[in-house]
């Protein structure tokens, strides 16, 4: 699941990665916005915030919403120069070794949530905001754009055009199903995530960032290994 990169990933695989990561990122997301009241996956809502303090004249709120843009963008620019360097070196676990990365720093956050509950909310949703881009980064990057598990906005697009498209043409059936079932898949599982996200963090607390860290170490820990070995 993170070892074939582009042409050589089937659908199936692509199925399960954009199911299992973007439930991550949904729950993820739920929980940075009831902590701290922002969504950290929501860039296009971020950039919308600093527009609409910064014409409000609140200057110092408006730099907040930027600065999670500014954090989503380090995460998708650290994944990319790893990746690249990776690339460059033949190392095939450099895609499951970013998601164990991205395993290890949700666990980090979780224990120190844990050990000190009045951590900043600023530091919280700008580590999320970085976590949401490496991910989103890793998982564009290894299917070759197909699978974006914090794009939602983009998804909801696609899935019109693609409905649009089997009215319209029939024949381009066998093409678009394919990209709807992972697009809609994507959305779901992102709602869905929020949805539990949200409950189970009503419930564990910080635990919630353990339970989070362990499904992307289950995910990426073996692949790094499978890469190694073979």
């Known amino acids: 699941m993170l070892i074939r990169v582009g042409d050589d990933r089937t659908g199936v695989i692509d199925l399960f990665l954009a199911g299992l990561l973007s439930s991550v ?3 993820l997301n739920a929980v940075g916005f009831l902590i701290a009241g922002s969504f950290t996956a929501n860039m296009t809502g971020n950039i919308s915030a600093f527009a609409d303090h910064l014409a409000a004249g609140a200057g110092l709120l408006a730099l907040s ?9 380090c995460g998708a620019g650290a994944a ?9 070196r033949g190392l095939r676990s450099v ?3 970013a998601i164990a990365a991205e395993g290890v720093i949700v ?43 914090t794009h939602v906005s983009g998804m909801a697009t696609d899935i019109g055009v693609g409905l649009a498209l089997l009215v319209t043409n029939p024949g381009a ?3 678009t199903l394919p990209k709807l079932r992972l697009h809609s898949l994507t959305l ?8 539990l996200g949200a409950v189970l963090f009503g419930s564990i607390g910080a635990w919630l960032f ?21």
Do not use: K, W
Not at 116 to 141: C, D, K, R, Y
């Open 80 to 88: 990319g120069l790893a990746i690249a360097a990776g690339e460059l």
């Open 173 to 175: 059936r066998a093409d």
């Open 107 to 149: 666990l980090c956050l979780g224990v120190l949530l844990g050990l000190f509950p009045e951590v900043p909310q600023a530091l919280l949703v700008i580590v999320l905001s970085f976590v949401m881009g490496l991910q989103n980064a890793v998982t564009s990057m290894i299917s070759r754009s197909r699978v974006r598990t």
């Open 210 to 230: 353990t339970l989070c860290a362990a499904v992307l170490l289950l995910i990426s820990v073996p692949e790094v290994l499978r890469a190694r070995g073979g």
């Open 65 to 73: 919403f930027l600065g999670l843009v500014l954090a989503f963008v």
């Open 95 to 97: 895609y499951a070794l």
């Open 25 to 27: 990122s949904g729950a």
């Open 188 to 195: 779901v599982c992102f709602a869905a995530g929020g949805v």
